[in-house]
């Protein structure tokens, strides 16, 4: 069996859409599941770089194994660039998803639809033990909603909304949303570092 690949995430959410993402590779996934005992790591970065890179090199340190950890921001032009890199606790440390978008539209009352661009950064990282960090990236565009739409998906994808397709991430589709999220750009790019890895 070939080395397997560390998810250095809790999130269920995430594993799911990763593990999907990642699927035809060949490799054998480990979610951080089967190891009971792994450090939690503080995601303290001012970067979604600097908490992916923190992440990974972390998990792969403590398993001994390839790992592989992302993280997700959201740049709301009308808010500053808020929520940012804090878009996953952005409505406290023990926020729900509904909680944290719930706050973004409270804070985007009255901003006329012109101006309620935003996007979503993916910092996809890859560590080896005794390696460089391999990074990529993904960028998706799109609005904020007026209000809140669709059951699919998770974290802000109620209010993200796709002027292409004409809805928000959560109407999408599994398989629409991953032709052209964040996190499946930037996952397709470490696809190809990781078959390189593999090989």
Not at 30 to 53: K, M
Not at 125 to 150: D, H, K, N, W, Y
Not at 163 to 192: C, D, V, W, Y
Request: with cysteine; glycine share 8%.
């Amino acid at each position: 069996m070939s080395d397997p690949l560390v998810l250095a995430t809790q999130n269920q959410d995430k594993k799911d859409e990763i593990t999907h993402l990642l699927s035809g590779l060949g490799i054998s996934l480990r979610t951080l599941d089967y190891y009971p005992d792994v450090p939690v790591v503080i995601e303290d970065g001012d970067t979604c770089e600097e908490n992916a890179i923190k992440k990974a090199v972390e998990i792969s340190k403590y398993t001994g194994h390839i790992a592989l950890a992302d993280d997700t921001g959201l740049d709301v032009k009308a808010l500053d660039g808020r929520p940012g890199v804090f878009a996953a606790r952005y409505a406290g440390l023990d926020s729900t998803y509904e909680d944290n978008w719930r706050k973004v539209l409270d804070e985007m009352q009255g901003v006329p639809w012109e101006q309620r661009h935003a996007c979503f950064v993916t910092v996809a990282a890859i560590a080896q033990p005794g390696f460089e960090v391999c990074v990529t990236e993904g960028i998706l565009r799109g609005m904020i909603a007026t209000s809140p739409a669709g059951e699919n998906g998770f974290g802000y994808d109620p209010i993200f909304f796709i002027p292409s397709f004409g809805k928000t991430m959560a109407e999408l589709s599994m398989e629409e949303k991953n032709l052209i999220s964040h996190r499946a750009i930037a996952l397709q790019k470490a696809k190809a570092i990781l078959k390189g890895l593999y090989q």
